[in-house]
């Protein structure tokens, strides 16, 4: 059974930080493609980042500079690190894996990030 959990959302102020973790299990999580998501209340999801198999990481617009995905493939764990926090950032964040090569494509059950004063 695949299972994708993220932890670490939670109230942050505006200008501060917030780390997510997305710990995978059931899956042979280095073959797998790893993104961060959002969705924000009323909004469609979209894309926040992402990282291949291979390491290869990209940002959208808004994350850039601010948010840092990694990966720990002795963890079976892929994080986001979040600074500069805007109140705009309020979401449920989420984490995604997929293998294309098979069709595989998985998704966490998300975690709230409220950034307000």
């Excluded at 109230?11 to 959002?38: K, M």
Aim: hydrophobic share 35%.
């Amino acid at each position: 059974q695949v299972q994708l959990v993220e932890s670490g959302g939670g109230l942050a102020q505006p200008g501060g930080s917030l780390r997510l973790s997305c710990a995978a299990s059931g899956i042979v999580f280095s073959l797998y493609d790893l993104g961060w998501y959002r969705q924000a209340p009323g909004k469609q999801r979209e894309l926040v980042a992402t990282i291949t198999n291979g390491g290869e990481i990209n940002y959208q617009d808004f994350a850039k500079g601010r948010f840092a995905i990694s990966r720990d493939n002795a963890k079976n764990t892929v994080y986001l690190q979040m600074n500069s926090l805007k109140p705009e950032d309020t979401a449920v964040y989420y984490c995604n894996a997929e293998f294309l090569t098979i069709g595989a494509h998985y998704w966490g059950q998300g975690t709230q990030v409220t950034v307000s004063s």
